[in-house]
């Protein structure tokens, strides 16, 4: 998953603070949990106290997991608009998946992805959505199947360069992990340019 992105999907102005407890938090969790979760909550920003208790959630006694999980979630919808709470849920969601916490995973994609239509400019959408497959598909290809048809709902890649680079990232991810797949995504796309230049670049007929 992406950590830093440089656009309105971090505060304008993050506190150091925020920067540098999300970098060590990611550091010291695989080795100390607990000590990484009170550094964690140290953390001002919403966007990086969302990424640090995710971080922490993925190595924490299984016990502790599903309250931290729960409090990376509270962090997301902290954060100053939907822009940032629909991208940056996919930490929590990545780990919630992969710790074996399905069902609760499921039921926040569901209410996040009611959220993603609210995302304005289209643009900032399609770029949230990106962050959101990308962290589901990492837990999961059938968990992320519920945002790729959010995307195909939400998204035209014919609009936007950002809709066009979001339909091309789901294409590369997917050709990578199984040959041929691009496919599918190209077959899903509205006719038009960008499904043209797509199919083009992994030559599909």
Known sequence: MTAFLRSKLVPARPSMASV???AEVSRMAPADPAKALALAHAIPDAWYRAQALSYVAAHARESNVLKILREAVAAAYACADPYNTVAVMSWPLEAAYKRGHHDYAGGELERVLQLAPTVEPRASRAFALQCLWGGCYGADEAFAEPVWQAILRLCNPDHHWREARLFRYVAEV???RHPGH???VIAAMPIG????????RFRVA
């Open 193 to 200: 340019k960008a499904r043209a230049a797509l199919a083009r």
């Open 20 to 22: 540098y407890g999300r």
């Open 174 to 176: 997917r050709e990578a």
């Open 182 to 184: 691009a496919a599918e």
